[in-house]
Structures are given as structure tokens and as C-alpha cells.
């Protein structure tokens, strides 16, 4: 019916009069023409001599000048009333907050004329980004790369700022960091303070922690490329501490270690100063990647903080500790356990609050980075908690003390190389350090954990040596013990305390039944009023069952390996790697993401593919899992040197293990590397196997990324 009318149109002379006079076609019926774009079908029916007359006689009929069939709505000659009708209709849609007929007149509009005025899109994204509801904020995203596709406009950054930052708000974080990246792209990014909001919102799920990450590191490199072009635009995009303590932050809780380690590594390349929080988040960091060196660098710049600050640094104490337990360095753990327990400055210290130099990597590497801190700088607005975990290191009124469960490492490994009295001299010195605490019962604790746990020569032996440091135990302690080895039948030994228990005065004018009598009551009544308490013994009795997940010498070797990545000495890295299968140590995860690192940062990407392979042979017999950040590296890597096999290989694995990969990244990686790499080549025109198959692989990754 609308083509019939139509052919009335186009050839009666009455509607063209009608049309003079002010007719106007049904709205709907035009949209019908147009949509369908059927020229054909009217040439076939009306006929080609009348159609082609009526057709190029608008250019003398200023009416019907604007009348055609053409696919392009805005030669319509009624275009001016429509226009302005549907343009209202979406202003008003608008002001009454009805998105849904909003949307429908833009649709409308964007059929007949193409886009709407600048100001018109702009309050549309706007009151889309307004929206609680994913269906309109990915409405709202959508329409924006459309715009940013098929307009030359550009957008203002306001439209933009507030959509990435609905996006984030509403847990959208992949939509989100597309505007994030399109802006970035234009090198223009939200205000400072509201990008934190923006990431601060990304990082509360593990997959907005991978794509802000990537994001950072994004933003860092178009900063030196702006900062080696001398871009004006280069400080308004420049990271501060806040971002990168927000992504670090996120990067602990959802544990990705080595995507933390690069982070880190991009700040004093850009030259952004950590705080405080920055090196307490190092700290977990650096523990999860067993890198203790890293860490012993910052602790004679943290030993110095004032007492306001002790209670901050508790995390970094802990972190560090728990190193000195996994490398089975039990005299750095105990001289670390003495330091916690000093007496700390109680004013500011102005020369701590200025910039000073931490090296990464080895001291001696004239080229290594150098990371700018201020331990006693913490920002006031921070919109980051870090929140750490108390582990080994606790705080009570303000000061650090030791837990159950470090004093339980200790002792465990203080037992297994028998040097018990060097434990008692730890806890002699703890004691006479922690006299402000109002007293501690910390040897006693000891004593009574070891003789729960039947290790009483243990316990004898902390008791002998308090006695000969002149500090003995209370009877209590001598009684408990008495009761054990009455109750082991270990009457030698019970005789042996009892002489003692005499010689200190602790049992005058009492027959050995007496002492017997009263120390068996007395370790009743103790066990009693402790039954519910979980105590030492407990920690005790779990770091007695539990082996370490890793050996000590793997966290030697692995430090060697880091250090000679680091001082770019590979070759030394690989015969340090060749040596671990000779002495039977398994390779873990942090040992290959040392190498790849190290090689990665030569542009040694064929090494690269040769490490890939002895980590597929390790998969497989099932002695290592890859972390999803290892994989994105690798993949980087071969993307970056052209092993497009490798490539999708990584990319397989990973979809096997439904890892989320960043096609946006990889994908803007490809451009900017192998933009036109066999784009007009075809298979039959290859001239060696090795060129097709390559080729096989180019056109496989296109597509996964969606270019072709």
C-alpha cells in the first residue's frame, strides 16, 4: 500500500498540487519508503521515462527538490516540520526523564536525518548515564562508540566521564573501561579525583581489577609518549598515587602478584611518589613473590617512622616476617620480632616526610630503577582502606607485639636446629622490652605450650635458662612441669625439678607426697580455667602438622633468578633455572614469571617461546598452574614478537580454564605492531608452508579479536 501511494505521489499531478498547498504524507508511511528503499520496485510499476522525468525535475521544482528515493532521508521536502517534531519530542522525553520514548524518538530521528544535533546527543548519553539500569547504561555505552564510529564530532568529555563513572558504579567494569579508553584515545581522561571514584568502583571484582590494571599500564605508556613529544596534554594524564594504590590494592586481594610487581615497576618510570600506603601495599606484594631482598631495602627507612605511624606499618612488619619463616632464616626473624618490640619516636620527623630513594632490583645496577617514597606521608581524602591482615604481627594500645602463631614458628624452628637457649634469650629480651604492656608472661606462655604438647626437656630447658639469666618463673610454671613428668612416669626428672623447686624456696617443710598432692591440683585447676582458651599450643600443634607449601631452597633460587633478570644477566638466570630439575626442585609459577620478566624486558621473545614450552611440559604432569597474569604476559610477549601460533595456543588455555582476556588491549597491541601483516595476502599466494600456516594463525587472531 505504501508503494502504491507512493506511485500516486511521484506521478499524479494532484498530489504534487496537494503537496504545494501544504499535504503532508503520513509519517509512518514515509518511514515505510524509506526503510524498504524499494527504487526498483517503483521503476517496474510506474515506469522508467516517468520516474526519471519526476526524479531530476526537482532540480527545477524547489519542492520537489527534495523529493527522491534516494537512501539519504534529508532531501525529503517535508525533512524542516518532521524534524523539528521528532527533535522536540526527545527534549521532552528527556525533561520528563521518560527514557523509553526518548529513545524510540531518537531511533526515529536517527532512521530519517542520521544523528541529532551535538547538544540534543549530549543530554541524551547524559540522562542515559543518569540511569540506574544496566539496560539503558549499555544503552548509553552503545550509542557512544556508534557516535564515536560514525561522526567526526568528537564528544565532550563531560558526557563521557559521567557514563564511565555510572558504568563503574553499576559493576559494569568492561563497558566502563571502553570509555575509559576512548577517551585515553583522544588523550583526555575524566578529573583526578573522580577517575579514582571510577577505578575505586572497578577493582571491587577480580575482572575489573584485570581490565583497571590493564588500563594503568595503558594510561602510563601514553603518558612517556606524551612526556618524549613534549605533549602539554602529557600532565593531565599522568597517574597519581591514589590510582596506583587502588589497582595494587585490588591486585592483593584477588592475589595477581606478578601483575602487581609490573605495576609497581611503572612507578618510578613515570616519577610518581609512593606513600605510605603504597609501601604497605609493596609489602604484600613483595611477599606474595617471595622477593625478601626487595623488601629489607624499605626497612631502614620504616624503622624510622614516628609512633603515629607504628600502627600503619604493622602490615609491612608482618609481610617481611612471614619472608624471614618461608626462607628458614629464623636469627632474621627473631632480630626483626626485637625491632617491633623498640621504643618508637614520638614526634614527626620532617626528614621523613620528604622524598628519598629506594633501588629495585640490585644496589650496584647503575641502570636499575629507583623508586621515589615519603614513609610518613598519607593522603587526607584517601578513599583507599587497606586493610592488610594480622597474621604474625599484632597492635595493642598502640604498640606491635608478636601472635600465637609467629611466637609458634619461632619455636618450631628455633626446636628443629636445637638451639632452644637462643629461643629463651629472645623471649628473655621480648619480656624486658614489653614491660610497658604491664608485664609479660611470654616465657611462661613458652614453658606451658611445650609441656601441653609433651615437649617437656623443652620446657625444662627455657626453664633452666630463665633461671640462669636471673629471671625464674613463678611456682606455677615449676609446678606444671612436675605434674607432667609425674604424670609421663619420669621420676628421675620430676626428683631432678624438685631439687630445684627446693633450691629456689618454692616448697619449704613439705614431704615429696605433699609437692606431689599440690602439683597435681594445681595443674588441674590450671588446665581447667584454660580449657576454653585458644592459646599458644593449639598455633603450636597446627605449625607442627602443616609442611611448607614451598621449600626454602626454591625461594633462594628463585631471588638468584630475580636477581639476574634484574641485572639483565640471563644466561646466568638460565643456568640458575637448568640447576633446580638437577637437585630435584620443582620450578613454581614465580620462578617462570622471573624468567619470562627477564626476557621480556630484552625483547628476547623466541627465549620466551623456549620457557613456554618446559611450562606446557610442567602442566601437564601436573606440578604447575599458571596464574591468569602469567598468561596475559606471555600472550603480550608473543603478540609483541610475532608468534601468532604461540599466541593462540595461550589463548586457548586460558579459554579452557575461563580466564577473561582483554581483547581490547591485545587488539590495540596488534594495530599499533602488525597493522597491515598479511592483510591482502591469501592462502594460495603463500609462498612457503611455514608463510600459510603463519597466516592461518594472523587471520585466526583477527577474528578472535574482532578486526576482521
Known sequence: MALALAKEVLVQPRFTGSYLLGFRVPAAILRTILINQDREFIRKNVGTHQISDVYYKQYQNPCLQKFSTSPHPERICWEGSSNAVLSGKIETALKDHQLDEAWDSFNDFKRLYGFPKDTLLGKLITELSYSSDPHWLQKACDLVLLVLKEKSVVLHPDFLTKLSLSLARSQMPIQASMILRVMLEKESLPPMNVLWLVVLHMVKTEIGTYIASNFLVQICDCFQHSSVNQNEQAK??????????????????????????????????????????????????????????????????????????????????????????????????????LDTYRDWESNVRKELQKPRLVPMGSDNLKSGLKIQIVPEMLQKDSILKVEGKQELITCRNGKLTLSNKALAKLIKGYKRIGKISDLSKLLLSIQKKSHTLGGSSLPSDVIDACI?????ETAHDILDDMEAAGAPMGSTTYFSLFAAYYKEKMFRESKALLKQ????????????????????????????????????????????????????????????????????????????????????????????????????????????????????????????????????????????????????????????????????????????????????????????????????????????????
Open 236 to 337: 593531565l594524564i599522568k597517574p597519581d598515587s591514589m590510582i596506583f594504590n587502588l589497582v595494587l590494592d585490588a591486585c592483593v586481594r584477588f592475589k595477581l602478584s606478578f601483575k602487581g610487581h609490573q605495576i609497581i615497576e611503572l612507578m618510578p618510570q613515570i616519577g610518581v611518589v609512593a606513600d605510605a600506603h603504597s609501601i604497605t601495599i609493596f609489602a604484600q606484594i613483595h611477599e606474595m613473590n617471595g622477593q625478601r631482598d626487595e623488601l629489607k631495602k624499605f626497612k631502614d627507612h620504616i624503622d624510622r617512622v614516628s609512633a603515629p605511624f607504628v600502627f600503619h606499618y604493622r602490615q609491612f612488619y608482618d609481610s617481611l616476617l612471614s619472608l624471614h619463616f618461608k626462607f628458614n632464616d629464623i636469627d632474621s626473624a627473631a632480630n626483626l620480632v
Open 452 to 456: 601441653k604438647l609433651r615437649w617437656l
Open 501 to 708: 623447686m627446693k633450691k629456689a624456696g618454692l616448697v619449704l617443710n613439705l614431704s615429696d607426697e605433699m609437692v606431689v598432692s599440690i602439683c597435681l591440683s594445681e595443674a588441674v585447676d590450671k588446665n581447667a580455667m584454660h580449657a576454653k582458651k585458644s592459646d599458644l599450643a593449639e598455633f603450636l600443634v597446627r605449625e607442627m602438622s602443616e609442611e611448607n607449601a614451598v621449600p626454602p631452597m626454591v625461594y633462594e633460587f628463585n631471588s638468584s633468578i630475580y636477581f639476574f633478570c634484574k641485572a639483565k644477566m640471563v644466561e646466568d638466570a638460565l643456568k640458575t633455572y637448568r640447576r633446580m630439575p638437577e637437585m630435584k626442585i620443582q620450578p613454581t609459577v614465580q620462578t617462570f614469571c622471573n624468567l619470562v620478566y627477564g626476557y621480556s624486558s630484552l625483547e628476547m621473545y623466541r627465549d620466551i617461546t623456549i620457557i613456554w614450552g618446559d611450562m606446557k611440559r610442567n602442566m601437564e604432569s601436573g606440578n604447575l598452574v599458571v596464574s591468569r597474569d602469567l598468561y596475559e604476559f606471555l600472550l603480550m610477549n608473543f603478540l609483541r614478537g610475532g608468534y601468532f601460533e604461540r599466541v593462540m595456543e595461550v589463548i586457548g588455555y586460558m579459554k579452557e580454564h575461563s580466564m577473561y582476556t582483554d581483547k581490547w588491549m591485545y587488539k590495540s597491541e596488534f594495530l599499533k605492531l602488525h597493522k597491515n601483516l598479511y592483510r591482502t595476502l591469501k592462502a594460495s599466494k603463500a609462498k612457503t608452508d611455514a608463510q600459510s600456516k603463519r597466516l592461518e594463525y594472523v587471520k585466526a587472531f583477527r577474528k578472535w579479536v574482532g578486526i576482521d
